[in-house]
């Protein structure tokens, strides 16, 4: 299945924020957990995610610092702050609303349905 453009590069914000939350993570791994998570969906590259992160950091909703590996090789690290969470969840409030429209917009029982996969907000 080809993920077009456009829904990468609306979802790759809370995508980030959301592996960030998990923990501190280097660009590498970023890129090894998206497609990961996506169960090889999604490959993302260095020209979508850098630039992606340089935003985050700009925005507040990030922090990098630089660490060694285990490997003893220099790696960029980045976390995400608390503003960062705060973006996280109203970007979640955000896609429930849009994937709650989506399964109401397109009949049921079709090859168009959709799992219930997102919890709903209490």
């Given at each position: 299945?080809?993920?077009?453009?456009?829904?990468?590069?609306?979802?790759?914000?809370?995508?980030?924020?959301?592996?960030?939350?998990?923990?501190?993570?280097?660009?590498?791994?970023?890129?090894?957990?998206?497609?990961?998570?996506?169960?090889?969906?999604?490959?993302?590259?260095?020209?979508?995610?850098?630039?992606?992160?340089?935003?985050?950091?700009?925005?507040?909703?990030?922090?990098?610092?630089?660490?060694?590996?285990?490997?003893?090789?220099?790696?960029?690290?980045?976390?995400?702050?608390?503003?960062?969470?705060?973006?996280?969840?109203?970007q979640r409030r955000?896609?429930?609303?849009?994937?709650?429209?989506?399964?109401?917009?397109?009949?049921?029982?079709?090859?168009?349905?959709?799992p219930a996969v997102?919890?709903?907000?209490?």
């Amino acid at each position: 299945m080809h993920v077009t453009k456009d829904l990468v590069a609306a979802s790759a914000t809370p995508m980030v924020l959301g592996i960030l939350a998990e923990d501190e993570n280097y660009g590498y791994a970023i890129l090894k957990r998206v497609n990961e998570l996506s169960g090889g969906e999604l490959t993302w590259t260095d020209g979508l995610l850098y630039p992606l992160l340089h935003r985050l950091e700009r925005h507040g909703h990030i922090e990098a610092n630089w660490g060694t590996a285990p490997n003893g090789r220099r790696r960029k690290y980045y976390r995400i702050t608390e503003r960062g969470r705060a973006e996280l969840a109203d970007q979640r409030r955000q896609w429930v609303v849009v994937f709650e429209a989506l399964k109401q917009s397109w009949p049921s029982g079709g090859p168009l349905s959709l799992p219930a996969v997102l919890p709903r907000e209490a």
